[in-house]
Nanobody, 120 residues
């Protein structure tokens, strides 16, 4: 079992930056692919970014490409999502996810989410 705890959300003005963190419990999580998803009110949850277990490969949604960087620190069992040039449409609850099978688009563990609000 892996528990994921997100942090770092908050209120930021358009054009600003924010870094989200996702702390994973259990040493096995360093072998898991990790991802970030988001869900805005009235919308379905959508993929934002993912990173492989080794950290060698990253993937981004077109809507955030160039503005978001996903990274991980194995020593801290933590995955980060650095966001810049934020837009009001980035407002959503951001969820961290982990894949025990190492698949960047199939996740079996989810965090509780952290709210990001971008004001115009």
């Amino acid at each position: 079992q892996v528990q994921l705890v997100e942090s770092g959300g908050g209120l930021v003005q358009a054009g600003g930056s924010l870094t989200l963190s996702c702390a994973a419990s259990g040493r096995a999580s360093i072998y898991y692919a990790m991802g970030w998803y988001r869900q805005a009110p009235g919308n379905e949850r959508e993929f934002v970014a993912a990173i492989t277990a080794s950290g060698a490969n990253t993937y981004y949604a077109d809507s955030v490409k160039g503005r978001v960087t996903i990274s991980r620190d194995h020593a801290k069992n933590t995955v980060y999502l650095q966001m810049s040039s934020l837009r009001p449409e980035d407002t959503a609850v951001y969820y961290c996810a982990a894949s025990s099978r190492g698949k960047v688009y199939e996740y079996d563990y989810w965090g509780q989410g952290t709210q990001v609000t971008v004001s115009s």
